[in-house]
């Protein structure tokens, strides 16, 4: 069994910055990928980032230069730093994580691992950008 427990919403004017946290707890695999996302009222749960086990990192187009994943192995703490927040950030964030690759290979071709690709999700927190 696994917790994860997201922290660090807030509200903030366009620009801002926040820090998300998530901690895990509980049983970890040794291989694994761990993701933040988000979804805004009335909008389909959308991939922010992800990183890997092996340290590698994929961000979504719309956040590409504003946002990092990072996560501190100590603490079981997975990050995610935003910076120059657009009133589009806007949502709910959350965290998951499963075991094995982030990235999902067949057929010749591979994807990051989306939503639907991962078992364990935290409650999520909330992320409020005012223009």
């Known amino acids: 069994q696994l917790h994860l427990v997201e922290s660090g919403g807030g509200s903030v004017q366009s620009g801002g910055s926040l820090r998300l946290s998530c901690v895990v707890s509980g049983y970890f695999y040794s291989k694994y990928c761990m993701g933040w996302f988000r979804q805004a009222p009335g909008k389909p749960r959308e991939g922010v980032a992800d990183?890997?086990?092996?340290?590698?990192?994929s961000y979504a187009d719309s956040v590409k230069g504003r946002v990092t994943i990072s996560r501190d192995n100590s603490k079981n703490t997975l990050y995610l730093q935003m910076d120059n927040l657009e009133p589009e950030d806007t949502g709910m964030y959350y965290c998951?994580?499963?075991?094995?690759?982030?990235?999902?290979?067949?057929?010749?071709?591979?994807?990051?691992?989306?939503?639907?690709?991962?078992?364990?999700w935290g409650q999520g927190t909330q992320v409020t950008v005012s223009s």
């Open positions: 990183i890997g086990s092996d340290g590698s990192t």
């Open positions: 998951a994580l499963d075991g094995g690759d982030c990235w999902i290979r067949f057929g010749g071709h591979e994807r990051r691992r989306g939503s639907h690709e991962y078992n364990w």
